[in-house]
């Protein structure tokens, strides 16, 4: 099994609306924004090649929408999904499942793209799995996230025939199915999954948005666009204190300067350790 870092383009978030209540006093010390308050986000997400099965966690925005709304994120097309996978060995025709830690745009909007005056999957062999508690909750949208989940990203995945449904019995699933662990947590919003990857004796976690970015790592600092906040305070520091334990490599999907982290036991709570490229690993 081997994984690859797929860069789908970097953009730009509010400050504010990225740390809550933190004031900005303290988070631009690791995340300092520019004359807008913005600061840098990455779309990292993470091909699996595992035998003849590549899986890609999330997809990124995708070019499908118009200057106009790319204009609110201030995209950075330098990085997108055809020429990381093509950096990568592959294309999109290869893709065998797509995974979808959850569907706000940032990280489903890549897998449909545009058809004359429709739209279509952007990967045509491949199986879409999400879970079926987060689809209903993203198909019929509360006001606070109806923003972030789009009809254009979400509806012809199922009218496509390729959606699939991850079973959920328990917080922690062994999904032999997938070929990876799969953590689900409701801060950020209703049954976001976070995969557990484990290669020999390493467990590799892809974050989504319960850890966005290294800056993130205190307890408190919780993104303003989380749904259960309080909610997240106690995920995030169940799972961070049981990472530094036992030293988890964390795959950070915004960070657009750490790819890899691990995180330590401190004084003051967990802290970051060292940092990593995929380079390191693969």
């Keep these: 099994m ?3 870092s797929i860069e789908a383009g970097n953009f730009k978030l509010d400050g504010g609306a990225m740390f809550g209540v933190v004031p900005k006093s303290l988070w631009q010390r690791t995340n300092p924004a520019d004359s807008n308050n913005m600061i840098d986000m990455a779309a990292r997400c993470l091909l699996i ?3 003849d099965r590549l899986t890609l966690l999330d997809a990124g925005m995708g070019n499908k929408q118009d200057e106009k709304f790319f204009g609110y994120y201030y995209m950075d097309h330098r990085f997108d999904l055809d020429s990381s996978l093509k950096k990568a060995g592959f294309s999109r025709d290869d893709i065998t499942d797509v995974f979808l830690t959850h569907l706000h745009f940032d990280h489903c909007g890549g897998v449909i793209q545009k058809k004359g005056d ?3 999957p952007a990967f045509a062999k491949a199986k879409f799995h999400t879970n079926r508690n987060h689809w209903n909750w993203a198909t019929v949208p ?7 989940f789009l009809k254009e990203n979400i509806m012809p995945i199922q009218e496509s025939g390729q959606l699939e449904f991850i079973p959920q019995t328990q917080v922690f699933e062994k999904n032999t199915a997938m070929g990876f662990d799969i953590l689900f947590v409701d801060g950020h919003t209703e049954k976001m ?3 557990h990857i484990t290669i020999k004796d390493k467990t590799f976690v892809f974050m989504a948005d319960l850890l966005p970015t290294a800056g993130h790592i205190p307890i408190p600092f919780v993104m303003g666009y989380d749904t ?3 909610l997240t305070l106690d995920e995030k520091s169940a799972f961070l204190n049981e990472a530094a334990t036992n030293g988890y490599y964390l795959i950070l999907e915004h ?4 790819e890899i982290i691990t995180v330590k036991h401190t004084e003051k709570g967990v802290r970051l350790d060292k940092v990593f490229t995929f380079a390191d690993f693969f």
């Design 193 to 195: 999954m976070i995969p």
């Design 228 to 230: 259960r906040p309080l």
């Design 2 to 4: 081997k994984l690859h």
């Design 142 to 148: 509360n006001a606070r996230e109806k923003a972030s």
């Design 255 to 258: 960070d657009p300067a750490h």
């Design 49 to 51: 090649e595992d035998g």
């Design 118 to 120: 429709g739209f279509e």
